[in-house]
């Protein structure tokens, strides 16, 4: 079993560096739009897609990151910040490196995130995830998070290799 812990600041930093962040996946979710209404739906693509957020290189900027470790190798982390005057905690930040998913990582981080959330007093713990990260969608669902917006306008497609939209899910504290 992973053990999750608090970051040690610069300690840290060269083995979350290595946190593979990619994922691929054979389906989307096509956002369409009738009249004002917006609905996900589901499709296939061919070829699978792949994208890859980069190395996490802003941990400092957060009041609370925890690292998932196994074996002594960083393989997850999440980060989580406050947003004060909506009593909102936003996951802004979840990784777990290819080759440790689907071990129940994911879901430690989750809720060491949630407590934090919970203990700062906050409503909810909240995220921005994109229409084609159909893998992470599943997860979030599957942790509790539900669906509770999206923009189509919040990325620069001019910049973009895919057409993303940006997807908000939240999951209530109790
Ligand atoms: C999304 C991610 C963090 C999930 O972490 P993980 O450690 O693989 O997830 P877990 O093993 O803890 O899974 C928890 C539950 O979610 C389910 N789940 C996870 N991925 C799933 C998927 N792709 N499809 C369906 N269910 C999934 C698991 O089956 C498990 O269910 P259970 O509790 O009934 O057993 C990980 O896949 C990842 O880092 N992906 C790439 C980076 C990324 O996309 N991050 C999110 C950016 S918004």
Redesign the pocket.
């Known amino acids: 079993m992973a053990l999750i812990r608090l970051m040690r600041g610069g300690e840290d930093e060269p083995q979350i560096l290595q946190v593979?962040?990619?994922?691929s996946t054979d389906r989307v979710y096509k956002v369409k739009r009738t009249g004002l209404s917006y609905s996900l739906e589901l499709v296939q693509i061919n070829p699978t897609l792949r994208?890859d957020?980069g190395q996490i290189t802003d941990l400092d900027e957060y009041p609370f990151v925890v690292v998932a470790e196994e074996h002594s190798v960083i393989c997850?982390v999440a980060a989580v910040h406050i947003e004060a005057w909506n009593k909102r905690a936003v996951l802004q930040?979840?990784?777990?490196?290819?080759g440790?998913?689907?071990?129940?990582?994911?879901?430690?981080?989750?809720q060491s995130s949630m407590n934090y959330a919970k203990s700062s007093h906050m409503r909810c713990l909240w995220?921005?995830?994109?229409n084609i990260?159909?893998?992470?969608i599943?997860?979030?669902?599957?942790?509790g998070f539900e669906w509770c917006g999206l923009d189509t306008e919040l990325y620069d497609d001019t910049t973009l290799n895919n057409y993303e939209i940006a997807l908000f899910f939240a999951r209530r504290i109790e």
């Open positions: 593979n962040t990619a994922f994208k957020y997850g930040h979840l990784y777990v490196s290819e440790y998913r689907s071990l129940g990582i994911g879901k430690l981080l989750v995220l921005e995830t994109q990260n159909y893998p992470a599943q997860f979030y669902q599957r942790m």
